[in-house]
């Protein structure tokens, strides 16, 4: 039984350190493919199209959202213990630093990642992708690179459009719903807003667009089984992409603060 227990964790060990291992070759053979981005621009520019514009109706409207929850969450929170002159300041540092950063990064997650996954899965069932490198197409440069650097690029983009709406739906119920004011919400959030916080965001997402996109090429060209194996990757890019933002944020604000 025990012997058992242990064959099966180390298989399990192995198997995610294959797939570490297949993952880095494949971010080491997209950074190899940077220089050919001038060649590739057609392609970069209508990844970014569909990584960051088309996302960015989604991401707003769940922006909003956040900056109200927000709001609310610290009301309740000041409630008896600090007035709500503080609302703006509080709000505004937890949507740049954490809200904005990680939910923008979960949602392209759900919308992109799992789309990457699903596009290039369907390639490689219906082998297209092996007609690529019959034609001597490096699917790396032609599908995973173009999408890797406009997610990098796109994502932080998309958190600032994101940050300033979320800012506008924490004013609208800190203003509607709980009486604090124009110039009291504003200036609070002038007082305690801190340059580096907003810089801090954008440089997590660099890291989520690009985790994100290289998890979804990595599992879609790996994909197999048919129709079933093009839906079990999609769900997979998903799980482990909002899995990974998630642990990736914790190890970069260990890191930086």
């Known amino acids: 039984m025990l012997t058992k227990l242990f064959q099966k964790i ?8 294959q797939e570490v291992g297949q993952v880095s070759k494949l971010l080491f053979g997209i950074i190899r493919y940077i220089p050919s981005i001038p060649r590739s621009r057609r392609l970069v520019f209508y990844q970014m199209e569909h990584i960051g514009v088309n996302s960015l109706p989604l991401v707003l409207i769940i922006a909003l959202f956040t900056g109200a929850v927000a709001a609310w969450q610290a009301a309740y929170q000041l ?5 709500l002159s503080f609302l703006g300041g509080s709000t505004t540092r937890a949507v740049i630093t954490e809200l904005g950063p990680v939910l923008t990064g979960i949602v392209i997650a759900g919308r992109v990642g799992a789309s990457i996954a699903a596009e290039l899965g369907t390639m490689s069932v219906t082998e297209q992708i092996d007609a690529l490198e019959t ?4 699917p790396i440069r032609y599908l995973a690179m173009p999408r890797f650097v406009a997610a990098v690029i796109m994502m932080p983009l998309i958190l600032v459009f994101a940050n300033m709406i979320a800012v506008v739906g924490s004013y609208i119920v800190s203003n509607f719903f709980l009486g604090v ?3 009291v919400f504003f200036q609070s959030v002038k007082r305690y807003f801190v340059l580096n916080d907003f810089f801090y965001g954008l ?3 660099v890291f989520f667009g690009g985790m994100t996109s290289l ?12 129709a079933e194996g093009v839906g079990l990757a999609t769900i997979r890019s998903f799980v482990l992409s909002a899995s990974s933002i998630l642990i990736l944020d914790y190890l970069l604000w260990s890191l930086t603060f």
């Open 215 to 226: 998890l979804g090429c990595h599992i879609g060209i790996r994909t197999g089984g048919g």
């Open 79 to 83: 409630k008896g213990i600090a007035p």
């Open 10 to 17: 180390g298989k399990s060990t192995m198997d995610i350190l």
């Open 181 to 183: 004011s124009y110039e």
């Open 203 to 205: 440089f997590k997402t």
């Open 135 to 138: 034609m001597a197409i490096s």
